[in-house]
């Protein structure tokens, strides 16, 4: 017996007109009434696109799907597309002043709003970069006005209780919060 199966994603981008910033990367997949949605927060825009797809948006669609979601919102704590590399530091780090802005916050608001969970997987950077721990507050606080605090959930290694990006050996096959 052969049987013939099919799905179908939708992938919607909003950035600004000039491309410098992305603010939301949405991903729903078989609709029918109200999608139960998911918002996932990370640092910065993947290099993913409406088609092409980096390791990271392929990570976070295959586990929330496995939650039993149907989409996420990707939103980042900086919105800035390609950030520069600091030319006053050496190596890779890189340069976080100017790499958001209020309509950044007003999107990740948007969706943690409209998602049934909210998750923050930003890895260890913000307890190294007092910039990005400053910025990583901020939003934390908009999403405790906003009365998010109850559905925001943290990605998580599961031995060392730290949050981890989707990336994260610990985090690539099954998420743990």
């Known amino acids: 017996m052969v ?3 099919s799905a179908s994603m939708t992938t919607k981008v909003i950035e600004e007109d000039s491309g410098t910033h992305r603010y939301v990367l949405e991903r729903a997949w078989n609709k029918k009434g109200k ?8 640092l910065y825009p993947s290099t993913s696109e409406l088609i092409l797809t980096d390791t990271t948006t392929m990570l976070i669609t295959n586990n929330i799907y496995k939650l039993g979601y149907d989409g996420f919102f ?7 597309v ?18 958001t802005n209020a309509t950044n916050d ?5 969706c943690a709003k409209n998602s049934e969970i909210v998750i923050l997987a930003y890895g260890s950077l913000p307890s190294k970069n ?8 901020k939003v934390l606080n908009l999403l405790e006005k906003e009365g998010l605090a109850e559905v925001t959930r943290v990605l998580t290694d ?5 949050c981890v990006h989707p990336l994260a050996s610990k985090a690539r096959n099954n998420w743990t919060f």
């Open 74 to 80: 990707s939103v980042n704590l900086y919105s800035k």
């Open 106 to 110: 007003k999107y990740i608001l948007e």
């Open 158 to 162: 599961p031995e060392k209780k730290t």
């Open 35 to 42: 999608a139960k949605m998911a918002t996932v927060i990370t």
């Open 3 to 5: 049987k013939e199966l």
């Open 130 to 137: 007092k910039q990005v721990q400053q910025r990583l507050d």
């Open 82 to 99: 390609n950030l520069p590399v600091s030319p006053s530091k050496s190596g890779s780090k890189r340069n976080f002043k100017n790499a």
